[in-house]
């Protein structure tokens, strides 16, 4: 077994550092660039616009009224879905792994990163509504599988080109559902639980190096869980998603916002660290100030990819299930998505580990990029609540069960995705084959070491990112004019047809579907 974990360590190491080197970097923040700019910085100059439109329009029936059909879920479901999907241990572990690998540098990058994501989620999703068809089972089915195939395969000479990078994604996807979807989210979970609430009559039993019997059967059981919802399909997915992630999102914020008030005299000083250390990072390591910059900038981009997944092209798919007409309407949420994952959630997570204790003598030393004797990034956020909420363990175990319900719900999220690429090359009725292949996969999850589970999954990751960016590059001038064209209708009250869906027959059932409801 540990010549097999070695093998897969070094062929992923020379995959990973392919597609997360400079072109990887490059490609994925220069399309949040490029999509930000041809739209005028629509996150900024239309602040007011994304935000009635999602966190304003929460209490209102058609965001989050059930849908009767057997496919669509409402626009809140969709969100929730894809929260479940994307706030996971990226947001607790990932964000402790970046601050012990980069330093405190690190989370400024995790936030450039999610401006620019924020226009490249939306671009996304716009595609993803438009681009999206009914499958033989009558459900919506939409991805950058789809915009890749019908959409950069219809420019001149790229038909071929287009259904390739469709084919490839949909491959990546699959392979990603495994690893950011399954093995890196249930790794986490095992961990955590493990040590905040271990029982030593089986974690005293090894069943080989590193892997207690302890952890198999916590493995074994969020398999079981896992099987439970997701071979129920979308709808008991979207309808788990919606009743635990506002809870979770609420109550890790409200936990953490405790803990940097208790510290709040360390705020200053830890977004100091995190501006200063982010282009002058030469205190917190030794080495070349090149190498060392490189390795901040790095780690925050890939840690606020693993948690946002801005520019995976991966919560299209669940987006594109939404009841929702207007692609416009759909990529706001999108914005919305990534401001709620990286811009809050992540954040907090930051502020906690900088602020506990104090920057010098808490969990993690800003300066120096020491973390104290005991401690992990698996285990970092739980010691930083434990040191204001330390009476029997509370703020481990506080942790401990955030992270279950985090990495938990990602799993779900991530069963979707795997299968709607999986319904792309093989069919709508075979999609239980996959969604049963990925409950499979839990288990081993809990047998990998931290460190492997995470490299592939920043692999997958990667390797996923590229066909979607493409496509996103090649058809920005298409987003640009669906943004106009609903702009148009809706702030200058212009009387043009609104542009729906590429396919003539869904555009004018979309339209009908629209006069049918006022």
């Not at 071929?160 to 996807?173: D, E, P, Q, R, S």
């Not at 939404?322 to 959630?345: H, L």
Request: hydrophobic content about 50%; charged content about 15%; glycine content about 12%.
């Amino acid at each position: 077994m540990e010549q097999i974990l070695k093998a897969i360590e070094s062929v992923n190491g020379e995959i990973n550092g392919v597609v997360w080197g400079m072109f990887g970097l490059i490609l994925l923040i220069g399309t949040g660039i490029i999509i930000t700019v041809l739209t005028k910085f629509f996150q900024v100059s239309h602040i007011g616009l994304w935000f009635k439109n999602t966190l304003g329009s929460l209490f209102k029936k058609h965001v989050i009224k059930h849908s009767k059909e057997k496919g669509p879920i409402s626009p809140f479901q969709a969100l929730c879905t894809a929260l479940a999907a994307t706030v996971g241990t990226g947001n607790i572990a990932g964000v402790a792994a970046a601050i012990c690998i980069g330093g405190a540098g690190a989370v400024f990058w995790m936030w450039l990163a999610a401006f620019f994501g924020m226009m490249t989620n939306y671009a996304e999703n716009v595609l993803g509504i438009y681009f999206r068809r009914k499958n033989e089972k009558g459900e919506w089915s939409g991805g950058a599988m789809y915009y890749l195939a019908d959409g950069l395969g219809r420019k001149k000479g790229m038909k071929h080109i287009g259904k390739i990078l469709a084919v490839l994604f949909c491959i990546f996807t699959m392979l990603a559902s495994f690893g950011i979807g399954s093995m890196g989210q249930v790794n986490k979970i095992v961990t955590n639980v493990a040590s905040a609430f271990d029982v030593s009559a089986l974690s005293s039993i090894e069943v080989f190096e590193g892997v207690s019997l302890y952890n198999i059967i916590l493995g074994a059981i969020i398999m079981a869980l896992t099987a439970l919802i997701t071979l129920g399909g979308l709808k008991r997915i979207a309808s788990v998603a919606e009743k635990i992630v506002p809870f979770m999102v609420v109550l890790f914020v409200f936990g953490s916002l405790i803990i940097i008030g208790v510290n709040y005299a360390n705020i200053i000083p830890a977004l100091k660290a995190i501006f200063v250390n982010a282009f002058a990072p030469e205190a917190f390591v030794g080495g070349g100030i090149g190498v060392i910059i490189s390795k901040v900038v790095t780690q925050g981009f890939k840690r606020g990819v693993f948690s946002n997944e801005a520019g995976l092209g991966s919560s299209v798919m669940v987006h594109s299930n939404s009841n929702i007409k207007e692609p416009v309407k759909q990529g706001m949420w999108g914005i919305f998505e990534v401001f709620a994952d990286t811009m809050i959630v992540c954040t907090m997570t930051a502020l906690v580990i900088l602020t506990a204790g104090g920057l010098h003598g808490g969990v993690f030393n800003a300066v120096t990029g020491e973390i104290a004797e005991g401690y992990t990034d698996a285990t970092l956020v739980g010691g930083a609540f434990n040191s204001v909420f330390s009476w029997g363990g509370i703020g481990e175990k506080f942790i401990a069960i955030a992270m279950f319900l985090f990495a938990f719900t990602t799993v779900l999220g991530w069963s979707h995705y795997g299968s709607k690429a999986w319904e792309y090359l093989f069919g709508a009725k075979t999609t239980v084959v996959f969604r049963i292949i990925h409950v499979c996969t839990v288990i081993l999850g809990a047998v990998l070491t931290s460190s492997l589970a995470w490299d592939i999954s920043d692999t997958f990751n990667g390797l996923m990112m590229i066909p979607n960016l493409i496509g996103v590059l090649a058809l920005s001038p298409l987003v640009v004019k669906i943004t106009k064209n609903y702009l148009r209708r809706t702030k200058k009250g212009e009387n043009i047809e609104p542009m729906y869906n590429f396919d003539p027959e869904t555009q004018a059932a979309e339209v009908a579907r629209e006069l049918d409801e006022d």
